[in-house]
């Protein structure tokens, strides 16, 4: 594994054995023991990822999210932070930081979440759920369970 192209912040928290491709952005971050982050990932500040996890390449992961141990994501999986999303302010100014609220998402222990799969904001996927490929999460997943769709939607017990 190269460091070629790897954009990591000083602020990172990296736990052993953790291992990161090529052409990663990450601030702000932890990620735990054992974790893989494949190429073309953003990790954003405040996100945790925890032991045992496999991050698939040109994922998007924001600030906001909580990624327990043992944790798969497939390949371009988009995290959704902000329920309203903006550029400007009803003034015509740039929005920043003060202007809107991160909405937490929390992906539980064991889960998978399929390819190219988007995880609306303020939704918990439980333990050992699967989220089928191309699914668009728009409330919690229980555990145990797969889901798909757009809108996923239960489709039986895992």
Not at 2 to 26: C, E
Not at 27 to 45: L, M
């Amino acid at each position: 594994m190269s460091t070629l192209f790897q954009s990591i912040a000083p602020d990172v928290k990296l736990g052993k054995g953790v291992r990161v491709f090529n052409f990663v952005n990450m601030y702000g971050c932890e990620v735990d023991d054992n974790t893989k982050i494949g190429a073309f990932v953003e990790v954003q500040k405040g996100v945790k990822i925890g032991k045992n996890c496999k991050i698939s390449s040109h994922t998007f992961i924001c600030e906001g999210v909580t990624i327990e141990d043992n944790v798969f994501v497939g390949h371009n999986v988009s995290f959704i932070n902000d329920k309203h999303p903006r550029a400007t302010n009803p003034d015509g100014s740039m929005q920043n930081e003060a202007d809107w609220k991160v909405v937490p998402t929390i992906v539980k222990k064991g889960a998978s979440i399929g390819t190219s799969s988007t995880i609306l904001c303020g939704v918990t996927i439980g333990e050992n759920a699967i989220v089928g490929a191309g699914s668009v999460v728009t409330k919690d997943v229980p555990p145990d369970t797969i889901v798909a769709g757009v809108p996923a939607r239960v489709r039986r017990k895992a």
